[in-house]
């Protein structure tokens, strides 16, 4: 006796019965979209390392920009809605989660959390709409995991700052309207709107990349970049505005590792029932099976443990160390479940026909950006034991 296989592997668990009406709705018009406007295309983007720019005003249209802030044009939705965004969006690519994190929780959320009224209603309502698209300028060649070895310098000149450094791979730098940058002052790390088109301010895409192919990743340099003080995040003092920033972002990725897990998943699980070895489909065998079940039962956690930090955040109860649990274990976890598919699928599975290896190899870079699964750990290990053991 046979049954049929499952259409979506987080029905094991009935994950959908802890989302509330809303929330699904949300979630399931994000995946209409992708159905329509990515998937088709996204073998190809990935392919020829193409980020389709044209998609930023429908996504402004969609409400997913910015879609956790409220007011200047934002959507205003619950933090479990935008992770399930999230989670839609990397299910079709990680690049797309990645333009819509950056863009909402890095160049919107520092504008929205630390910048004047000014700035908000300068750069928002623009950005919210993807008219215009943002970046976030932290991490540099010689310092990603300690930011505040920085060497991105602002020095006051009169009224005016002079800023002067570069920033290493930054997504959307190579397009973005405007870039949100951390610099060393001589009061402490300060943030600054640098636009597009400021004199000394130039970007360099980086090529050759084996992963995130379907976002633009660059890097940032400034030579002499004169700046108004208007121009300064006023309130973000030190590096608690980058970082409270990162922990914005880390929430979509704890989110977005399961879409991508879950994508992987179901692409196994519906060629394993069409692909037939030893007169019977390969889902039948033991082997096959355990594998399958394995990973949904992995998938289940992680997409449980990310709707009970959603629902924390909700509740403005969520800690830094409860996201680097979510980070370090969803990634950890997605990974090895779209490597693990990617067998399933044979020689088949390094085609860009199935998604599973091109998840795997975004997820390279989602493993080690916006924290380390090194550094994620040690977050973890402090709150254990109370000993910091970064040094």
Not at 116 to 126: A, G, I, M, N, V
Not at 142 to 165: E, K
Not at 311 to 325: A, F, G, N, T
């Amino acid at each position: 006796m046979s049954g049929m296989p499952l259409k979506d592997p987080l029905d094991l668990l009935d994950i959908d019965s802890v989302l509330t009406d809303e929330e699904r709705e949300i979630q399931a018009t994000v995946a209409r979209f992708l159905a329509d406007r990515v998937r088709p295309h996204i073998g190809e983007w990935f392919e020829n390392a193409h980020f389709a720019r044209e998609l930023a005003p429908e996504l402004g249209k969609l409400g997913v920009l910015g879609m956790h802030l409220e007011g200047y044009g934002c959507a205003g939705t619950n933090a479990v809605s935008y992770g399930l965004a999230c989670l839609e969006l990397e299910a079709a690519d990680s690049g797309f989660r990645s333009f819509v994190s950056v863009q909402g929780s890095l160049s919107m959320f520092s504008i929205w959390k630390w910048g004047s009224e000014e700035q908000k209603q300068e750069w928002l309502p623009r950005l919210a709409a993807g008219e215009a698209i943002g970046c976030f300028g932290l991490t540099e060649p010689d310092f990603g995991s300690n930011p505040s070895g920085m060497r991105t310098r602002a020095v006051r000149d009169g009224d005016d700052w002079i800023l002067n450094g570069s920033k290493m791979w930054i997504t959307n730098g190579g397009i973005a309207d405007v870039a949100t940058v951390w610099a060393q002052t001589e009061d402490g790390i300060r943030g600054f709107l640098v636009p597009r088109g400021t004199a000394g301010f130039t970007t360099q895409d980086i090529k050759q990349k084996m992963s995130l192919r379907a976002s633009i990743t660059s890097e940032l340099y400034f030579d002499d970049v004169r700046l108004p003080d208007s121009a300064r995040l006023p309130l973000a003092e030190g590096l608690r505005g980058p970082l409270s920033c990162l922990n914005e972002a880390r929430f979509g990725i704890l989110f977005g590792a399961v879409g991508a897990a879950r994508d992987s998943i179901q692409a196994a699980i519906d060629y394993a029932d069409t692909r037939v070895q030893f007169d019977r489909p390969i889902s039948a065998f033991q082997l096959t099976q355990k594998k399958l079940a394995d990973m949904t039962v992995s998938l289940g956690g992680a997409a449980l443990l990310a709707v009970h930090l959603g629902r924390l955040k909700d509740q403005h109860r969520i800690r830094p160390e409860q996201i680097s649990v979510g980070k370090l274990n969803n990634v950890r976890e997605a990974i090895a479940i779209a490597r693990e598919c990617r067998t399933v699928l044979g020689a088949n599975g390094i085609s860009l026909e199935y998604s599973p290896l091109r998840h795997a190899n975004n997820l390279e870079s989602v493993l080690t950006y916006e924290g380390t699964g090194e550094m994620h750990t040690l977050v973890v290990g402090q709150a254990i034991t109370g000993y910091p053991a970064f040094r």
